[in-house]
């Protein structure tokens, strides 16, 4: 039989780096996360309206002939998708409206994997998981969402006591 300190391993100072790096990685905050999630988003839809527009004779044809969305005319499609992903990137860099936006392109990355092109499902899921995070985190403090709740949410009831 072992006497009693020796039979508790002490921890390797491997182990002491590795628990010390986790436990700085897991008090990383989340504002600080979801800044770089906003613009890999931005980014995906903005260049996608950037090639619609830059020869948009193709991006209508494409609608007509190969995406063939049900129940929406191929035209209204078309300049829907293109509106969408002109908009939304703008308030996701400003951090303006992101969860509704989140939401909103989580629909439409639903349509493009759904009906146009459902063996991109790898890059759909990573759109999905990081829209995700946005739609249930929010955009973090460094985003005009932040600072128009802090403006509006912050102020003393007028009807009550102030100190």
Known sequence: MMPESQSARPRSILTD???RAVGWLERVPHTVLAVPLRM???TVFWNSAMTKLADWNAALE???EDYRLPFVAPEFAAY???SIELTTPVLL???LATRPVALLLLG???VIEVFVYPQAWPTHI???AMLLVLLCRGA???SLDYWLYRRFHSRPASNGPTR
């Open 108 to 110: 439409m990355t639903t």
């Open 93 to 95: 860099v400003l951090g």
């Open 62 to 64: 494409l609608f007509r």
């Open 126 to 128: 990573e759109w999905a």
């Open 80 to 82: 829907l998708a293109v």
């Open 17 to 19: 780096r590795i628990l």
């Open 40 to 42: 890999a988003v931005a």
């Open 140 to 142: 973090g403090k460094w």
